[in-house]
Each structure stands twice: as structure tokens, then as C-alpha cells.
């Protein structure tokens, strides 16, 4: 579970986020859990999060969607002709293709969001200050990771993550 609880910190820190739920959380000890996770990015555009762990086995699923889905990460077994089977991507257009994700869920949404943030920012749906998280990450061993970096709500109506919420109560 603290896998889970390392997630939602990663989540109150991305500045792509506005805002998430966790609407179904199962758990069977330390090694067997599920959850699916709703965030807000935009009034338009969320991120669905789904994940399974069971002794190893693990399923995931990343969607970004309006009222339909538009891009999709997952590791369903169902296209082994496409490398890095079974972990692929399905586009806004439905096609398939191989996907850098590797199963690691704190490195793995890092990557989502940042091709979240590449498209919408191609889209126009949003704006971001300098750097975003194309300029806030780094690539470290065993996949990508957030660089430290202020916290990304202080401009947020004064939010704070958790590593910054005792600043923000303690000078206003």
C-alpha cells in the first residue's frame, strides 16, 4: 500500500492535476491490492487510473478522456505482435502501437503524464508555467523520476503539497 500512497503524493505534485479521487480501493494485505483513481486536469479532460497488484502479477491501465476515451496505456494481453508486448498505447485515431511503460507504477505515470501534458499542450487545451514536466523530470536508473523542484501548488491559490503544506500554514 504504500506504493499506492507514494502515487497520491505524486499526484498532489504533478502541476498537470487540478484535483483527484480515489473511487475504488481494494485491499488483501501488503502484496494484493486494486484501485481506480479519477483526475481532474482540465474542466474538459481527466486521467483515469487503474491498477491491480496480486503476488507479482500486476494489470494497469492509464486513460485520458472526456466523455470518451482519447489516449490509452495499458498492459492487456490481447497484441503480442507490438513491441514491449504486452504494454502498448492506443491513440485518439484507435491505433496501437508499443509503449515505453514497463509495468512500474511511480515510474510509469511520470511517463503518462508528461505525453498527457505533450498532447494537450498540442491540443491547446493547456498552459502551463515554464518547464512543465517535460522541464521537471530526469531520467534516473530504472525509468524516469521528478527532479525536486518548488512546490507546483504554491501557485494554485495557495495549495500545498504534502511536503509543503507546513510552510504554507506556517507563513501564510
Known amino acids: 500500500m504504500r506504493l499506492y500512497e507514494r ?5 498532489d505534485e504533478s502541476p498537470i492535476i487540478k484535483e483527484h479521487q480515489t473511487v475504488e480501493l481494494k485491499t488483501v494485505g501488503l502484496e494484493t ?10 474542466d474538459e479532460f481527466s486521467l ?17 478522456f472526456t466523455t470518451k476515451a482519447i489516449l490509452r496505456w495499458d498492459n ?28 512500474d507504477l511511480l515510474a510509469d505515470i511520470q511517463i503518462v503524464l508528461v505525453e498527457i501534458e505533450r ?10 508555467e515554464a518547464g512543465g514536466l517535460e522541464g521537471g523530470i530526469q531520467e534516473g536508473i ?18 500545498a503539497c504534502g511536503r509543503h503544506q507546513d510552510e504554507v500554514r506556517e507563513h501564510g
Open 7 to 11: 502515487l497520491l503524493r505524486l499526484l
Open 33 to 42: 491490492f486494486s484501485f481506480k483513481i479519477r483526475a481532474k486536469i482540465t
Open 48 to 64: 483515469q487510473i487503474r491498477y491491480l497488484q496480486d503476488e507479482g502479477f500486476i494489470r494497469y491501465s492509464y486513460q485520458l
Open 76 to 103: 492487456a494481453e490481447h497484441f503480442p505482435e507490438l513491441p514491449n508486448f504486452p504494454h502498448h498505447f492506443h491513440d485518439e485515431r484507435g491505433n496501437k502501437y508499443g509503449s515505453k511503460l514497463k509495468g
Open 119 to 128: 498532447y494537450l499542450r498540442e491540443k491547446g487545451s493547456i498552459k502551463l
Open 142 to 159: 530504472g525509468g524516469v523520476r521528478l527532479r525536486a523542484e518548488p512546490c507546483p501548488y504554491a501557485s494554485k491559490g495557495n495549495r
